[in-house]
C-alpha cells in the first residue's frame, strides 16, 4: 500500500507556485502541469482524469482563443471567445473527474473521507485539486483525531 504523502511527493507543486508561474506565464503553466502531472494522478488513483489528446484539446482550444483575440474582426473575436469557454469548460470537467478520482483514493487506499468542496472546484479547478492533493496528509491527520485513533497509521 502507498502512503498518504506518496502523491503529494510526487507532483511536488505548492499551490502558490501554480498560481504565481500561471500569472507569469499568462496561463500557460497549468496546462503544462495537467500535462506533466495527470499520468501521476491517473497510476495513483487507478481511475482516468485525462489522457494526451484531452489535453492537446484543451492546448488547441486555449491557443487559438489567443491567437484569434484582437484582431479587431467581431468573428475573430467571437471565436475567440467561443474556444475560451470551451477551454474553461474542459479544465473544470477535468476538475471534477480529478475531485472523484481523489475522494475514491483517499477512501479505497487511506480510509479517508476526504470532503472535496464543488464549488471550489468549479471556481478554482486545477488550484483545488492541487491544493486538496497536498492537503491529504493533514486531512488524515484531522480524521484520525476526530474518530480517535493515535499515531500514524498509512494503510
Not at 506533466?36 to 497510476?43: G, L
Not at 468573428?75 to 479544465?91: F, K, R, W
Not at 492541487?130 to 494503510?155: F, H, M, V, W
Request: aromatic share 12%; with cysteine.
Amino acid at each position: 500500500m502507498s502512503t498518504i504523502t506518496e502523491l503529494k511527493d510526487q507532483i511536488n507543486t505548492k499551490t502558490v507556485n501554480l498560481v504565481l508561474l500561471s500569472i507569469a506565464t499568462a496561463g500557460i503553466y497549468p496546462l503544462m502541469w495537467l500535462y506533466e502531472n495527470y499520468k501521476i494522478i491517473n497510476d495513483k488513483t487507478n481511475i482516468r482524469t485525462a489522457d494526451d489528446a484531452y489535453i492537446i484539446w484543451m492546448a488547441v482550444c486555449g491557443g487559438l482563443s489567443g491567437a484569434f483575440s484582437g484582431t479587431g474582426e467581431d468573428i475573430m473575436d467571437l471565436i475567440s471567445a467561443i474556444l475560451a469557454v470551451a477551454s474553461a469548460v474542459l479544465y473544470i470537467i477535468w476538475a471534477f473527474r480529478a475531485k472523484k478520482a481523489l475522494q475514491e483514493y483517499a477512501l479505497h487506499e487511506h480510509k479517508i473521507d476526504l470532503r472535496m468542496n464543488g464549488f471550489y472546484t468549479f471556481l478554482f479547478n486545477i488550484y483545488y485539486i492541487n491544493y486538496c492533493i497536498n492537503d491529504l496528509p493533514e486531512a488524515q491527520r484531522k480524521q484520525q483525531i476526530l474518530t480517535g485513533q493515535s499515531g500514524s497509521q498509512d494503510s
